[in-house]
């Protein structure tokens, strides 16, 4: 479940700041087959990855982050 709400979260921002999957897998540095399994949220990203996603989308960690209450 979270890593589906990270997927939805990074996916978001990334299309709203106009970003291809394939430009900001570049800009990141990672291959677009990672993002695009963190995306779809068959992974979680790491720490590391996290910073440098919320800092090329020009976002808080925070804003990305998923929320921590779940649905009932």
Do not use: C, Y
Request: charged share 35%; no cysteine.
């Amino acid at each position: 479940m979270e890593a589906d709400q990270w997927g939805r979260r990074i996916r978001a921002f990334r299309k709203l700041k106009g970003f291809t999957q394939q430009k900001f897998a570049r800009h990141v540095g990672v291959s677009v087959s990672v993002l695009g399994d963190i995306e779809r949220g068959n992974r979680v990203p790491d720490d590391v990855l996290v910073a440098d996603i919320a800092r090329s989308l020009d976002v808080t960690i925070e804003e990305l982050t998923p929320s921590k209450h779940k649905e009932r």
